[in-house]
Structure formats: structure tokens, C-alpha cells
């Protein structure tokens, strides 16, 4: 066989035709990203906790049919912290690092993933190890996900020695409707147990056990005309605390000429009171458990957001993301909000460049 | 007004079916060309999303959602 | 037991397709006619130029612009192979060659000026187009790629490997005449017999080509074409004259992929006098039928 003939069989021949096609696919190319968050809280004009956190973040697939993915985090947490009631009280400055990673292998129409992760700070230290798979239809327009975790958790400050572990399971179906709109159905399922009290707040002494439980819907529309995206997800969560949240988020994505993408988002939350949560108003209270924290109160609460990313070369891509957090008492739509609390307000930026390979 | 529920429920469910539901019509490989662009599909940017979870799951009670598993911290 | 032959045309790329499955029932020959339409329909929405959505118009729409436009991994093979057959055809097999089309015009048998034909052929430069990682640019406004000249090949053979995937092991795929044999004819393993057009009488068959397994492509200046003033001008143009080719009536090859059948005997064709040489040299079985009407083969 003469060269030319030899050349243009070998090139046919180096072709996908004879590959399977997978239903989640091996990512097609490596990327490596680095995000940066500033966040700060602010109470009644007051600056509270801030966070400057760096993040990094790997995906490699590799011999064809695998794929791993690993992050790196590391905040830097200073500011006041709230102790006794949405006032202010003792300074801290903390320094936490995160570190995960996971392994995933590809079938025609299944997919397997094994975790671990590391979380440590100077009185906190959580590690984990998860599972999760898909399986696709035939058809590739049905799949299911399933996913199983445990954690274990060590507190140590002040002195006091503590642990809490949880396990977590995860199931649902992500269906596409149409050729614009695909959702997906998920329910969860964690028991913790262990110690969940705040050492740092006072009056805070919490049950040995939490039960939590949430179902979430999202749905995701592609609209022709201008090739924007509309994001849609609600979630509902209940616990063992008698704690009953609502999560509703928008995001509208719109692609731009240029390599340029805009993200208007809004994000509603409505969550009612742990049910051993106490107003400082109506001590002394005589029940086992307490807690004056904030964040076990009744409340509602918005997110307004903008992200702006650019895409350059094809290969580059940096955005840019900021958005506004506001808790209000005053702001439930599903019952009373708790008495005598300060709006609680925060403001993230987050700046991320991504590169593909 | 049964009369009027049973033909409301019935207009429903043709104009259900007329939508393209895939119940009816499931949708052809080669029409999922839109399905594929990053922002249609449920694994958005993770660094992202880290980040907010994780300011979420410390200013507030509910967490999770999406699957199982991630890291704990001492922020809530 | 054995296999029962099934026949499932459709349309597809502008031309009238089959498939021929041999299955022990017609319940598991109709899976895998469905996964083998789906594939050949998957290919054209995907490749099409008439779609305004689809990869090859959206790449086409930014020449010029300075716009990259990223590709997968598919399109990146096209794209290499694409690549290969420039280089082993001395740059004759050129898939910028399209905007020709906007000159010639075979429905009005419209021969176009000199001036015309001179502001197209610039724009006619697959060495010029850019391509790096995965992301492929056209430098110039007007430029454009299309993969016609192996699109309907390559949706063969992808069917083709859709039915094998499905348990078809005897069975042809035939998209108006670019066709990849899948395996032999069931029972004794016969081959197919390949009818090949004669290029001047329409209804008439100019000769049988056997066929076990792999593609059969035949390329011909009597698909599309117009005649004026004794002279045929025909769908296959030179990329560097802008002209028709004219050496060829037939060129039909057969060669383990229908794809690399179809390149091969198109680029034969363009190779004009030099085809038979080219064509000999290749490796691949051939037949093809020059204007004089002689015939030369493997």
C-alpha cells in the first residue's frame, strides 16, 4: 500500500467511530481553576465576620474511561463573632483548610465515584468518605443518581473534647422533557448524631441527634430566541428540630457575542424556628435544650446576585461574581419570623479564572 | 361544575402531550444539541458553588439538596 | 436459524437511504435500524451547512471575526482527517473548496465569468485556516468549511458501527450509494453484490462489485452536472482552477471504511489524468471509467 493510501487509513482509523458512547461522558479536557471569595457580614452597620478565602481546583481525566477531580481550600476568617444574641462580642481569627478529592469511572450508561475530604481548623477537624453512581436508559434521556456519605467530626476547644458523625444518602432522577428542558427530582436523608451544641455561645445546649430530610426539584429551560438559559431549583427541608425550610432560586443565563456570559440570580429562603430555639425576652426558660443562635431562628431571607464571566482563546475564562445576603425577621412567608432580631446583612465577591488543557 | 373539571383536566392533559412531554415523544439523540451547553446541565461551576453552600450551611438552618456527602465545618 | 435479511429505507442528507439488516427477528432488526437512523440523523443535524444551528454554521458565521470557535472531540478527528487527505492530495481535496457553490449554479447551468470565479478562489485555503487545541478559527470573511466531501461516508460507517453495537453482524448500510458492508450475506457467508450505475445510462448497471465487509464509495461526474456546448461540467471542482474535473465519468473504491472509500475516490476524480496512478498506488480495489468510456481496475 503506497503512503498516501496508508496515511488516510491510519487517520480513519484513529477516529471515535468504534467508541462507546457513554451517557455522562469523560470530561473532554483537563482544567484547573482558582477562585477567590471576600465575604463580610455586617449588623446594624457594624462589620462582623469576614472571610478571604483561595480556593483551587483540578479535573483530569485520564486512560480513556477515568476521570479524578481534586480541591484545595484555604480561608482566613477574622472579625467579631457573634456570641451572645446577634450582638457582637469576642474577636476570633481562624484559619480553616479543606481538601478533596474523588475518582470517577466511566461506563456506556453507568458512572462510579469514590470520594474522601479533610476539613481542619484550629478546634475542628471533619473527614469524610463518599460513594455515588448514575445509570442511564438506554435512551440516555432518563437517569438515576444515588449517593451515600459518612463524616466524622472532632471538636476540640476550650478544653472540651467532642465528636458528632452523620450519614447521609442521596437519591434521584434527572429527566430531559424536551429539547430544551431537562429537571431533576433529588431526596436526601442525613442522621447525625453526636455534639451539635455551639461551644462558643452561651445557653447553647443542643440535642445529640439530628434528623434531616429535603427534597429538591430544579429545572432547567434553554430559551431559542436568545440562547439564555433559565435556572430554576426549589428545595424543601424539614429536621428533627421542627426546623421547616423553603429554598427558591433563579438564575437567568445569557451568552453574549465575545466570549461573554451574564448571570442575574435571586435566591428566596424561608426557614421557621428550631424548636428549642429561645428569645433571650423570655428567660428564664425552663426547657432541656437551647439556643440563642441566630441561625435557628425563624426568618426569611433574599439573595440578590450578578456574576459577569469572559471567556478568551477558548481555552481561558475569567469571572467575576458579587452578591448581596439579607436576613430578615420580618421577611418570612410561611409564618412569624422571631422576635427581636437584628437584619443580618453580608456582601460576597468572588473572582475565578479557569484554564482548559 | 364536574362537568366543567373533567373538561379542564382533559384540555390540560392535550395540551400536555401537545407540549412535547416526553412521556409521549421521547427526545431523539440528535435533537439534544441545546442539553449539552454547560449552563443546561446540573454541575455548575463547583468552586462556585462550594462557596456559597458553604456560606449558606453556616448562616443558616437547612442544607443540603443535591446529593450526599461534602466536608463539615466548625461554622455552624 | 439463521439470519432473515430486513430492509428499512429512509431519507436522509438529501438522498434515498437503506439499511439491510440480517436478525433472526424483526423485533430485534427494527432496535437497531432505530439506533442506526438516529446516528445518520445525529450526523447530519450536527455537520449540516443548511442548519442555521448547527457546529459548521456557527464556525462559518465568525470568519473573519477574529472569533475562535471550539470543537469536540469528533470534530476534531473530521477536522485531522480532513487535514490528511489535503496533504495526500496535493492539496486538491480542500474542504474551504465550498464557496464555489456560490458561483456555480447546476439548477441554471450557470457558468460563472472569470471575474467572478477570481474574487472566490482567495477564500479557498485549508492552510490557512487556524486551528489549535480544540478551537478553530477562518482568518477571512467569506471563508467557509463544510464536510461534504465525507459527510454522508462517515455517517456509514458511525451507522454501521451503531447496528454492530446493537448485535447486527451481517448487514449493509447504504446512503445513496456510499455504502460499508457490516458482514457478509448470512448462511454462507457470501459477499454482497454492489450494482455499480453505468455514468451515461441512468437505469443501466455497468458492473457488480463483490463485497465481504467494509466500505464501497463511488464518485461521478453524472450526480450533478450540467452540459453546454458538448462539455460536461460537474459537482467535483478543482480547488485551485475553480473549474469542474472532467478526466473521470465513474471512480468506485473499496477500502476498509466507507469513509476513506469515498475520500479516495473523490480525490482520484480531482486527481484527473494522475487518478489512476493514485489509485493504484493506494492499495485499495478500484474501478474506474474514464471519458473515453475505458475502463481501468484492481
Redesign the interface.
Known amino acids: ?18 467508541e ?1 458512547a457513554r451517557a455522562e461522558t469523560v470530561p ?2 483537563a482544567v484547573i ?1 482558582y ?1 477567590y ?1 471576600d ?1 463580610q457580614e455586617s449588623q446594624l452597620g457594624e462589620d462582623r465576620i469576614g472571610v478571604k ?1 483561595r ?1 483551587w ?1 483540578v479535573l483530569l481525566p485520564f486512560a480513556g474511561d477515568w476521570s479524578v ?1 481534586a ?1 484545595y ?1 484555604k480561608d482566613a476568617v477574622s472579625g467579631a463573632s457573634p456570641r451572645f444574641w446577634s450582638k457582637a462580642a469576642a474577636s476570633m481569627r ?1 484559619n ?1 483548610e ?1 481538601k ?1 478529592i474523588s475518582v470517577t469511572r466511566y461506563f456506556s450508561h453507568d458512572t462510579l465515584t469514590i ?1 474522601a ?3 481542619d ?1 484550629n ?2 477537624r ?5 460513594f ?1 453512581g448514575t445509570h442511564s436508559t438506554e ?3 432518563t437517569t438515576f ?1 444515588y ?3 459518612v ?1 466524622n ?1 472532632d ?1 476540640s476547644s476550650n478544653g472540651l473534647q467532642e465528636n458528632k458523625r ?1 450519614v ?3 437519591l ?1 432522577i ?7 428542558d ?1 429537571v ?1 427530582l ?1 431526596v ?1 436523608d ?1 442522621q447525625g448524631k453526636g455534639y451539635f451544641t455551639d461551644p462558643y455561645k452561651l445557653f447553647d445546649l443542643r440535642p445529640d441527634s439530628r434528623h ?1 430530610n ?1 427534597a ?1 426539584v ?1 429545572w ?1 429551560h ?1 430559551i ?1 430566541g436568545s440562547d439564555a ?1 433559565l ?1 430554576l431549583s426549589y ?1 424543601y ?1 424539614t ?1 428533627s ?1 421542627s ?1 421547616k ?1 423553603h ?1 427558591l432560586g433563579v438564575e437567568y ?1 445569557q ?1 453574549l ?3 461573554w ?1 451574564l448571570t442575574p440570580s435571586l435566591r428566596v ?1 424561608d ?1 421557621s424556628a ?1 424548636e428549642f430555639y429561645v428569645n433571650p425576652a423570655d428567660f428564664p426558660w425552663t426547657a432541656t435544650y437551647s439556643s440563642l443562635d441566630q ?2 431562628s425563624a426568618f426569611g ?1 433574599r439573595t440578590y446576585g450578578f ?1 459577569v464571566s469572559k471567556t478568551f ?3 481561558w475564562t475569567v ?1 467575576v ?1 458579587y ?1 448581596k ?1 439579607l ?1 430578615r425577621s420580618g421577611w418570612r412567608l410561611f409564618g412569624q419570623g422571631s422576635p427581636d432580631i437584628d437584619p ?1 446583612d ?1 456582601k ?1 465577591f ?1 473572582l ?1 479564572v479557569s484554564y ?2 | 361544575m364536574r362537568g366543567r373539571t373533567t373538561k379542564l383536566s382533559l384540555l390540560a392533559l392535550a395540551m400536555l402531550s401537545a407540549s412535547g412531554c416526553s412521556l409521549v415523544q421521547p427526545v431523539q439523540p440528535w435533537e439534544k444539541g441545546m442539553l449539552s451547553r454547560p449552563e443546561m446541565t446540573f454541575e455548575t461551576d463547583r468552586l462556585d458553588a462550594a462557596y456559597t453552600e458553604h456560606v449558606y450551611f453556616s448562616k443558616e438552618a437547612a442544607s443540603g439538596g443535591s446529593g450526599a456527602g461534602g466536608g463539615g465545618c466548625g461554622c455552624n | 436459524m439463521s439470519d432473515t435479511p430486513f430492509r428499512f429505507n429512509f431519507s436522509a442528507m438529501g438522498s434515498p437511504c437503506e439499511l439491510l439488516i440480517c436478525a433472526d427477528s424483526r423485533a430485534k432488526a427494527e432496535l437497531a435500524a432505530e439506533a442506526g437512523v438516529a446516528e445518520v440523523k445525529r450526523i447530519e443535524h450536527k455537520y449540516s451547512r443548511y442548519r442555521p444551528d448547527s457546529l459548521v454554521s456557527a464556525i462559518n458565521a465568525r470568519a473573519g471575526s477574529g472569533e475562535w470557535s471550539e470543537f469536540d472531540n469528533e470534530t476534531a478527528w473530521l477536522l485531522n482527517f480532513a487535514d490528511t487527505l489535503y496533504s495526500n492530495s496535493e492539496g486538491l481535496f480542500d474542504i474551504t473548496s465550498g464557496v464555489l457553490r456560490r458561483v456555480w449554479n447546476f439548477d441554471k447551468a450557470l457558468i460563472p465569468s472569470l471575474a467572478a470565479l477570481e474574487a472566490v478562489l482567495p477564500l479557498i485555503a485549508w492552510s490557512r485556516v487556524e486551528i489549535k487545541n480544540k478551537a478553530i478559527r477562518l482568518p477571512e470573511a467569506g471563508m467557509e468549511i463544510d464536510f461534504g466531501g465525507f459527510g454522508k461516508e462517515y455517517a456509514a460507517d458511525s451507522a454501521a458501527v451503531a447496528l454492530q453495537k446493537k448485535g447486527i453482524a451481517h448487514g449493509y448500510v447504504n446512503l445513496g450509494g456510499d455504502i460499508r458492508v457490516i458482514g457478509p450475506q448470512p448462511g454462507d457467508s457470501s459477499p454482497w453484490k454492489m450494482a455499480i450505475q453505468d455514468p451515461r445510462q441512468r437505469d443501466e448497471i455497468v458492473a457488480t462489485i463483490p463485497v465481504f465487509q467494509g466500505g464501497l464509495a463511488t464518485s461521478g461526474d453524472y450526480e450533478k452536472y450540467f452540459e453546454h456546448d458538448g462539455r460536461r461540467y460537474c459537482h467535483v471542482m478543482n480547488p485551485k482552477t475553480g473549474v469542474p474535473v472532467s478526466y473521470w465519468q465513474s471512480v468506485s473504491i473499496v477500502a476498509p471504511l466507507a469513509i476513506v472509500a469515498g475520500s479516495c475516490s473523490t480525490i482520484t476524480m480531482l486527481m484527473e489524468e494522475k487518478g489512476g496512478d493514485w489509485m493504484k498506488k493506494s492499495g485499495f480495489s478500484y474501478l474506474g471509467i474514464s471519458n473515453d468510456g475505458n475502463r481501468v481496475s484492481s
Open positions: 500500500m503506497g503512503l498516501a493510501g496508508r496515511a488516510i487509513l491510519a487517520a480513519a482509523l484513529s477516529m471515535p467511530i468504534l462507546t473532554e479536557s481553576s477562585k471569595l465575604y478565602a480556593a481546583s477531580q480541591t481550600t481562624d480553616r479543606a478533596d470520594g475530604s479533610l476539613s481548623e478546634d475542628y471533619s473527614e469524610g468518605f463518599s455515588a435512551d440516555k434521556n443518581n449517593g451515600f456519605a463524616t467530626d471538636i452523620k447521609d444518602w442521596a434521584g434527572t429527566q430531559i422533557l424536551t429539547s430544551k431537562i431533576q433529588t436526601t442525613v434531616q429535603t429538591q430544579r432547567n434553554f431559542e438559559t435556572r428545595r427541608y429536621d428540630w426546623i425550610a429554598t443565563v451568552p457575542p465575545g466570549g456570559v429562603h426557614q428550631a441561625r435557628l431571607a456574576k482563546d477558548a481555552n469571572d461574581k452578591e445576603y436576613q443580618f453580608a460576597m468572588q475565578g482548559r488543557f
